[in-house]
């Protein structure tokens, strides 16, 4: 429950939403209101609504695909093309987000300011070509790597995001998901994301991403770096993952060790890697 809060505002734009949460120390952004509503923080005064500004779009074409920071998660997954980019793994991580009844109110944009170190949503994007784009008001365009990497800093000097763009993955390309759970539809204790492009029948471009086993999902990129440009095999790719893995440092807690996580990181990447790798060249 919201006990404290004493005003609530309907952003007319962007640029009136951020003005009115930047003005009081104790004001928040609310798309869907799924977490904030469960938080029940007792500091917070002011609300500020975004659902007059503009922030839900959702919309593809050749170029790719363009999400509205409040933009349902249920919205993502049922769009007949965000929901099938690069073999529906935007869809698949959404998934494992929430259950059914909070997809159908929390937002992207909510998620992806929340997001937790198991975070599917943000382990996905992690090996899409995407951008994400906040305001403070200005509107700026930024890589989500950087915008996962520095995501504590811009929360603090309150910034909204605004949009996710996602460019189109080429034809000769696909990417994987896989995660472990308490139970095929709980939240992941690990996850791992992984993208491979394939160019004369080798891997041209790869991007892998792990969740569970770091503060914040993580990038593997000295794996990426060792694996570009090899004809992928399991053994190849076992011998490079540890070269990522040692740099991981997971907290464990009872959903899981901190060697448990490990140990299924690496399980998890092995399998996405394999699984876009095939996928990739059977699109060839």
């Known amino acids: 429950m919201l006990r404290n809060v004493k005003s609530y505002k309907r952003a007319k734009n962007i640029e009136d939403a951020v003005a009115l949460v930047q003005s009081n120390p104790n004001a928040i952004y609310i798309g869907g209101g799924a977490w904030t509503v469960a938080q029940g923080d007792p500091h917070l005064e002011m609300v500020v609504d975004l659902q ?36 529906g793994i935007l869809a698949r991580a959404a998934g494992y987000t929430q259950s059914r009844h909070l997809r159908e109110q929390g937002t992207l944009g909510g998620t992806l300011i929340v997001a937790g170190p198991a975070d599917p949503l943000t382990t996905a994007l992690l090996v899409l070509d995407t951008d994400i784009l906040y305001a403070d008001p200005t509107v700026h365009t930024a890589p989500f790597t950087s915008f996962v990497a520095y995501r504590d800093r811009l929360i603090k000097t309150r910034v909204l995001i605004t949009e996710v763009r996602i460019k189109r993955p080429p034809a000769r390309s696909a990417a994987a998901f896989e995660v472990v759970g308490r139970s095929p539809q709980d939240k992941p204790i690990v996850c791992a994301a992984a993208y491979v492009a394939v160019d004369e029948g080798l891997p041209a471009e790869i991007r892998l991403a792990v969740g569970g086993a770091e503060a914040k999902p993580a990038r ?36 899981g060790s901190a060697e448990y996580r490990l140990e299924m990181a690496q399980v998890l990447l092995h399998r996405a890697i394999m699984g876009a790798w095939e996928k990739a060249r059977r699109n060839v």
């Open 220 to 255: 593997l990129y000295k794996t990426e770096h060792l694996l570009k440009g090899q004809l992928l095999t399991r053994e190849k790719v076992a011998s490079a993952l540890p070269v990522s893995l040692a740099e991981l440092k997971p907290r464990g807690d009872f959903r």
């Open 52 to 87: 007059a500004a503009g922030l839900n779009i959702l919309d593809s074409n050749i170029a790719g695909v363009q999400i509205g920071a409040t933009v349902t998660l249920q919205a993502i997954i049922d769009h007949p093309d965000a929901g099938t980019l690069a073999n």
